[in-house]
């Protein structure tokens, strides 16, 4: 038996008490629970460990690792420590040992560093074999019977480099959760499989890119880098295979000593050329931040590892999706509208013009006739200097964002109930919860990054999984129970189940005393929603809803993750709040592993309302309408402010349309195509007198513009994004802006200027420190405390201290509790009848942005996800005579579209999908006006159209290709006690075969 079992017992716990043990004949002191590898690690001693990385925990793969404890070989990265342990790591046992396991290692790896586009200081096997001091190697390497994999468009693997650790199964299995990978370790020559066996382009893959970054070397790499990265790398396929002969043939001559020196030094001159910079991801809000590497203007790769929120992860899009910033379409000249046409001009020209036009409708037609929409996939600065310039010169509160659209009604269901508009805690406490419910949001297409950690806790810990939902998508397939309400009837289920916990004594009757009022009013309110009315309403069995309310009731703690399916309805506003009222019931606020969490959907919706994008709310939500709030500003910005609330995004539209409103100023927002009832918008938008877009690439809304500006994606400017989780980071710029392109803020800058502004901000960090003096909620951000990967989840107080856990002391009301909101119930809009007879449900795909304005700038995302597609059930396929390709027409009240049907069981019966990935069909020429009545958010959820067979045939709207079609092969990991078993297998440094009998998950090796 391998003694590191001995020295661990799970049940076995050392509190707060220290461990005492001798490294190396040092007396150290360890932290309880910690693995000898972490000790040996933390104090700087050069282990070998080749299988073992921090985020996935131990693999037991590679038993390089292997140190001495009390005279026993044990695997370091396996064992905990103990007590009086006695470790050596460099006795002349552990030493062979680890040698010997090495040895094994580059018996299926050829080393050829100096031609290797891995060799950029950070290869675990070159460092390694370095580290080892490896001159010659023991076991000939042997090449495998497989060819190289390059059927994914955004990474190949080569299974001759391919060492066998099962990092990538293990990231994929167990931290990205997407079950692909495999090594089938019964076979003569085993190998990574995806899919049990195929190639990885007909495979489940959903190129999120985790097994490509936890790879130790050049076996899964991403074809960005492939013959990019090195000085020779480049080389014919046949020159590179002479090389790598030549360097073998010196080998036997040499040692591998001066072969590395040699690579070192070509590794050394790459780090003049290879830029690795921070970012922040400019996709969804979820917040992921990497290192992006490039070569002049080449991206080479994306690098996640330390981001606060994502360690390793990344979805396709964090990790693929960049090819837009250097489009050969980027737009590179201001241009403006002529005679019906676009004539390029210089930017003195444009922004003259611009900034003479809003002066001139300004005082025609007063400030009031111009209205500003700022962008929430660019930086918080550049909405707080969009609202500044609305505000403090222009003297309108015509402000809003695209937040309008999507998270407003759950802004407002916190608002109103626990008083800040904000995720009630961390991702963590997402992972830490015991029940997750998920309610109308497709996280693991939508959110791809935060679905990992439910997925994983789901697997690994235990977690309870709910999952409301008009389609079974992946997290619907794996929940505990899957509920299907009817449209639109989420706050009868959830209102229904809340009253039947109070009713039935189930409530958290210490927590409401203590922290909530309103409870007497809010119970009267509950009356209609019993459990028959629900069942009635909602289509679910009362057995059912019981069993939810019980599963939440017994529950430790409870996280509801909620999106666009419950907010995009005409009761969004008071859904949301039908949620915190069930989660305030059972005292679910105020810990760890409670709460509630709004999934914001672009990287920047939440800090763009934070920063006062809003027609209501100056930055950190300070009323327009409150004197002292007002007076601080007008202190600061040394002007006089307009004191009542401007138009939202909705209402400017109805604006234009009844001639109040000239002219609008937008930057990074399609509003033409994400905005409800696509036909009435657009017709808003070429009404307008003047109307400035600022993006940066000729979007639909740019069709309308008078001028047109253009500017600079993230990965061009530095600034700070705010995440879902209430996170603020710093991005830093990757590249220079594309020339003729500005970033916004200095854009914004000039025509405040050239309006009378006299603004100086040099760089974004300086915007932030006027924010920051006149905005509690951020009084103690600096760009000093967002240095490289660190954050602050806001509130942060002046002394820098932050609040992950959103309500520690008390609820953000006066009194510090937290409020029962009373609600009623009514019917969705928009429903089907005999004409329109089928329901339409929209939303995004995993692999695109919303339209696909960046996304489809992505040839490898194009070749998987090409097009629009509607879902359409087996039973309606049947019924109407349909397969997958069939051409239909989608016809509702406001208009029409023609897309390919695909036929899949994700939807039910008379209800249709459509994601809302296109320019050509998009699926807002379908919905309405219709809007949740609290915040005026569009109920895109809410549409009803009828299907024209159109009696065309075509291909499949999704390509084989797409992981869709993919097989998974779930297991709990790399299970490497099947490799233990193999027959010739032996623990390095011991003369017996090796079998495994018994394993455990925390790393029992068996004997
Ligand atoms: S889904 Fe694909 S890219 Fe992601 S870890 Fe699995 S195999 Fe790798
Ligand atoms: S492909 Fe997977 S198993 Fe092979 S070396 Fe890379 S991480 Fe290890
Ligand atoms: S799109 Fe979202 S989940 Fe994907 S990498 Fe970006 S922030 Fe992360
Ligand atoms: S590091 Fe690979 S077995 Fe421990």
């Known amino acids: 038996m391998l003694p590191s079992d001995t020295w661990h017992c799970p049940c076995t716990r050392y509190d707060a008490m220290e461990i005492n043990l001798t490294v190396d004949g040092t007396p150290r002191e360890s932290k309880p629970d910690e693995r000898l590898i972490e000790l040996i690690n933390r104090i700087g001693l050069k282990v070998p460990q080749v299988c073992y990385h921090p985020q996935l925990g131990p693999i037991q793969t590679c038993d390089t690792c292997m140190v001495e404890v009390d005279g026993k070989l044990v695997r370091a990265c396996a064992t905990h420590v103990a007590p009086g342990m006695n470790v050596s790591t460099i006795s002349a046992r552990a030493v062979a040992a680890q040698r010997e396991a090495f040895d094994r290692i580059l018996g299926n790896h050829m080393l050829y560093c100096t031609v290797c586009d891995n060799n950029n200081g950070n290869c675990t096997v070159h460092n390694t074999t370095k580290l080892m001091a490896v001159e010659h190697q023991k076991i000939p390497f042997e090449t495998k019977p497989y060819e190289v994999d390059n059927s994914n468009p955004f990474y190949r693997y080569d299974p001759d480099q391919c060492i066998l650790c099962g990092r990538c199964v293990e990231a994929c299995q167990n931290v990205e959760v997407n079950e692909t990978l495999s090594i089938r370790w019964e076979d003569p020559h085993p190998r990574v499989l995806w899919d049990g066996g195929k190639p990885i382009g007909e495979s489940s893959c959903v190129s999120c890119g985790h097994c490509v970054t936890v790879c130790p070397c050049n076996a899964l790499m991403e074809k960005s880098m492939v013959g990019k990265a090195g000085f020779l790398t480049a080389l014919p396929k046949t020159a590179l295979a002479g090389m790598i002969d030549i360097v073998k043939g010196v080998e036997p001559d040499t040692g591998y000593g001066a072969i590395l020196k ?25 917040g992921c931040s990497f290192d992006v590497w490039t070569k002049d203007r080449q991206i080479l790769k994306v690098e996640p590892m330390e981001g606060p929120t994502n360690g390793i992860s990344t979805c396709i899009k964090g990790k693929f999706g960049w090819d837009f910033v250097n489009s050969s379409d980027r737009l590179t000249k201001p241009l403006i509208r002529e005679g019906g046409k676009f004539r390029e001009a210089s930017w003195d020209e444009a922004l003259g013009l611009v900034a003479r036009r809003l002066a001139e409708i300004k005082a025609r037609s007063g400030p009031d006739s111009l209205a500003f929409i700022s962008s929430s996939k660019c930086t918080n600065e550049e909405s707080y200097l969009m609202q500044k310039l609305a505000r403090a010169v222009i003297g309108t509160n015509n402000m809003d964002n695209c937040s309008r659209y999507c998270q407003a009604p759950a802004t407002m269901g916190l608002f109103r109930t626990v008083g800040y508009g904000g995720d009630s805690g961390s991702i963590k406490d997402i992972e830490n919860a015991s029940l997750v419910i998920i309610i109308g949001s497709n996280t693991a297409e939508a959110h791809p990054v935060l679905a990992t950690r439910v997925k994983r806790a789901h697997k690994l810990r235990g977690q309870k999984l709910i999952v409301s939902d008009l389609r079974k998508h992946e997290m619907a397939e794996r929940a505990d129970l899957f509920l299907h309400p009817k449209p639109g009837t989420d706050l009868v289920w959830i209102s229904a189940i809340t009253g039947y916990i109070l009713d039935n004594g189930l409530a958290k009757t210490s927590f409401l005393e203590k922290w909530v009022t309103g409870l007497e009013q809010y119970k009267k309110s509950l009356e209609p929603f019993t459990m028959e009315f629900a069942a009635e309403t909602c289509g679910l069995p009362i057995e059912t809803l019981k069993k939810v309310a019980r599963m939440i009731t017994e529950a430790e703690g409870v996280c509801v993750l909620w999106a666009m399916g419950v907010t995009q309805h005409s009761m969004g506003s008071d859904t949301s709040t039908a949620i915190s009222n ?62 009542t609330k401007g138009l939202d995004n909705k209402e400017m539209i109805d604006a234009i349309h009844q001639g109040k409103l000239k002219a609008m100023y937008l930057f990074g927002e399609e509003i033409s195509l994400v905005d409800s009832n696509k036909n009435l918008v657009d017709e808003g938008l070429s009404k307008l007198d003047f109307f400035v877009v600022q993006d940066i690439f000729f979007s639909d809304t740019c069709r309308f513009a008078d001028v047109i500006l253009p500017a600079s994606p993230s990965l061009e400017k530095e600034g700070t994004f705010t995440s879902t989780e209430r996170r603020i980071q710093r991005l830093y710029e990757v590249f220079e802006p594309l020339e003729g392109s500005r970033p916004d803020w200095r854009i914004i800058q000039e025509i405040a200027n050239r309006l009378g502004a006299n603004w100086n901000f ?13 905005t509690p909620l951020f009084a103690g ?76 700038r992505s040839a490898g995302i194009r070749e998987q996800t090409p097009d629009t597609f509607v879902e359409v059930s ?112 032996r623990v390095p440094g011991s003369p017996m075969l090796f079998h495994a009998t018994k394993t455990k998950a925390n790393g029992g090796n068996g004997t």
């Open 582 to 643: 069930l989660l305030l019931v059972t005292g679910n606020y105020m810990r760890t592993g409670t709460g509630a969490y709004p999934l914001r959907g672009h990287n920047n919706v939440q800090g763009a309302s934070d920063h006062g994008a809003m027609p209501n709310y100056l930055p950190g939500y300070q009323l327009v309408d409150d004197p002292e709030v007002r007076a601080r500003f007008e202190a600061g910005w040394q002007v006089k402010l307009p004191s």
């Open 874 to 985: 087996p039973e309606l396929a049947t019924e109407r005579r349909i397969k997958t390709g069939a051409w239909v027409q989608l016809v509702s009240r406001y208009g029409q579209v023609r897309v390919r049907a695909l036929v899949t069981d994700r939807v039910q019966g008379k209800e249709l999908y459509m994601p809302m990935n296109s320019s050509e069909s998009p699926v807002n020429r379908l919905t309405g006006s219709f809007t949740d009545k609290v915040t005026h958010t569009p109920a895109y959820k809410e549409a009803s159209v009828r299907m024209l067979v159109l009696g065309e045939n075509g291909e499949s709207p999704l390509p084989r290709g797409n992981p869709r079609f993919g097989h998974r092969t779930p297991q709990r990991g790399v299970e490497v006690e099947r490799k233990w078993k193999r027959p010739e297998y």
């Open 762 to 774: 040099k760089h974004p960090s300086e915007i932030y420190a006027e924010i920051a003096s006149l």
């Open 262 to 286: 040699v690579s070192e030094a070509e590794s050394a001159m790459r780090e003049s050329r290879i830029r690795r910079t921070k970012t922040v991801c400019t996709y969804c809000g979820v």
């Open 781 to 856: 951000v600096t760009y000093e405390r967002l240095e490289g990967y660190k954050s602050l989840q806001w509130p942060v107080a002046a002394d820098g201290t932050d609040q992950p856990l959103l309500y520690e002391k008390q609820f953000n009301f006066p009194d510090g509790k937290a409020r029962l909101f009373p609600l009623t119930y009514s019917e969705p809009s928009d429903r089907v009848n005999d004409e329109f007879d089928l329901h339409l449900n929209n939303g995004r795909l995993l692999e695109h942005f919303h339209e696909g304005n960046m996304t489809y």
